[in-house]
């Protein structure tokens, strides 16, 4: 069974940056996609981006296109999100979630248990 | 980039009666499309793709199905632990998208 686990909420003031990883365990790591999926409070689900940590590739949503980078180390099954420019819309939940098919465009099998970040002066 | 279009918002409805939510796509999605269930305080679970497929673990209750771009989520006999938040997301184009939800609560 595979489990992701997040790093811990974050408290940002805007113009900073925030990273937050999601280590996997129970296999298949390399050979999947990550995906990171955000929830505003009281919102609906937007994906950001998503990497092949096999290959390293990358896709991103337009809206957040110079702002957001997403990697992945391989030999630790861990897979990052780094936001940078945060603004007070950044507040929100921030999900890793798997997809075992190995594209980011594809269903998600798993998710993180979510990362809260909030933005404020 | 593809607009999915969750219907009802809400969707009031009995223990042990049948719940059928409906999510309909701007534009072929074919059939990649999945659901997912989400409660308060959780992060979402897959519950069908590919349309109809149910997910390991998924109780047979709920089933999936497609009409064109018009897409149906059906629970057959809610139970009390099924109340919750439904989106569905099409994977047939970039950027995966989401629908905006819709809250099953309790009648």
């Known amino acids: 069974q595979v489990q992701l686990v997040q790093s811990g909420a974050e408290v940002k003031k805007p113009g900073s940056s925030v990273k937050v990883s999601c280590k996997a365990s129970?296999?298949?790591?390399?050979?999947?996609?990550i995906s990171w999926v955000r929830q505003a409070p009281g919102q609906g689900l937007e994906w950001m981006g998503g990497i092949i940590p096999i290959f390293g590739t990358t896709n991103y949503a337009q809206k957040f296109q110079g702002r957001v980078s997403v990697t992945a180390d391989d030999s630790t099954s861990t897979a990052y999100m780094e936001l940078s420019s945060l603004r007070s819309e950044d507040t929100a939940v921030y999900y890793c979630?798997?997809?075992?098919?190995?594209?980011?465009?594809?269903?998600?099998?798993?998710w993180g248990q979510g990362t809260l970040v909030a933005v404020s002066s | 980039e593809k607009v999915m279009t969750q219907s009802p918002a809400t969707l009031s409805v009995s223990p042990g009666e049948r719940a059928t939510l409906s999510c309909r796509a701007s534009q072929s999605v074919a059939g990649n499309l999945a659901w997912y269930q989400q409660k308060p305080g959780q992060a979402p679970r897959l519950l069908i793709y590919g349309a109809s497929t149910r997910a390991t673990g998924i109780p047979a209750r709920f089933s999936g199905s497609r009409s064109g771009t018009e897409f149906t989520l059906t629970i057959g006999s809610l139970q009390s632990e099924d109340f919750a938040v439904y989106y569905c997301?099409?994977?047939?184009?970039?950027?995966?998208?989401f629908g905006g939800g819709t809250k099953v609560e309790i009648k």
């Open positions: 997301q099409q994977y047939n184009n970039w950027p995966p998208t």
């Open positions: 979630a798997q997809s075992l098919g190995g594209n980011p465009l594809y269903y998600f099998d798993s």
């Open positions: 129970g296999g298949a790591f390399s050979r999947s996609a």
